[in-house]
């Protein structure tokens, strides 16, 4: 079964939590590493890899980053 990771990584992340993400994403690695291609098992490990990458980008990207990347500017959706 995959690992659901909250969103509340979006708040610093310790030092803890980042070692339990990096591990998470070894074991998800290893589990798509080792199933065939285009099998359920190597679909559903890699899209828990990708879920474990962006929780740990999430937590590691200042928020004045974020907030600004969604904020319509002039020429790109403001009115």
Known sequence: ??????????SEMTDQAR???MSQHVAARRRRDAAP????????????VARIEIAIAAA???????SAAATPTEGHGAR
């Open 1 to 10: 079964m995959a690992a659901r990771f909250s969103s509340g990584w979006e």
């Open 37 to 48: 291609l285009d099998s359920a098992g190597y679909r559903e490990a890699s899209e828990e």
């Open 60 to 66: 590691e990207e200042p928020t004045s980053v974020i």
């Open 19 to 21: 070692v339990g993400l």
